[in-house]
């Protein structure tokens, strides 16, 4: 079981009024913008719940954008968000949706890159500033990106897991945490590898170049 510390019960530092509409917006929609791994073009953020129904006063809104932005919780520019991705011309729009969601604090974030690519990232802010990331692309995956994190994209076939973790092995990488994820047996899968130790460049461009990966990133803790 998960150990809280004092932080975790006060709350995280951040720009007001809400840990769950404002801290944990923002690092939903920086940990979306770590997964894109590209420059943001255009944004589309789809609001359940309470999300849906409180964010124009608790500031959720303007927390996602600064997200996507790269803006911590605490930034200064937080509340200027909506300015800075103008002037950057950056597209951004909010939908509220009457659909049940995982946690009444629920986002989907619908983004589009620079080089063409849509990624579709669902995710909850939990409480405290604390969240889940719970889909990405249509496949179901669940981490916290409070831990230095490996993200794969691959072909679901034998020996992908086994490679990977070798090249962990080799770069002395200890694994916390391991999940793979797919939809079917042979279609495209998801690999999420969680660390306590920072995951160097290296491993991530030979992880790359192994048959069958079609993307890696790493996600620093947010």
Known sequence: MREFSVFDIMGPIMIG???SHTAGAAR????ARKIADDEIKEVEFILYESFARTYKGHGTDRALLAGILGFDPDDERLPRSFE???ELGLKF????????????NTVRMIIKTSDGKTYNILGCSVGGGNVLLKEINGIEVEFTGEYETLITTHIDKPGIVAAVTKVLADCNIN????RVYRHAKGDKAIMVIESDQEIPERAKEVIKNI???LNA?????V
């Open 17 to 19: 009024p809400s840990s």
């Open 28 to 31: 939903l929609a920086k940990i």
């Open 84 to 86: 800075i991705a103008k």
């Open 93 to 104: 729009k909010f939908t509220e949706s009457d659909e049940e969601a995982p946690h009444p």
């Open 175 to 178: 694994i916390a945490f391991m």
């Open 211 to 213: 048959d069958g990966i």
């Open 217 to 221: 990133i790493i996600l620093n803790p």
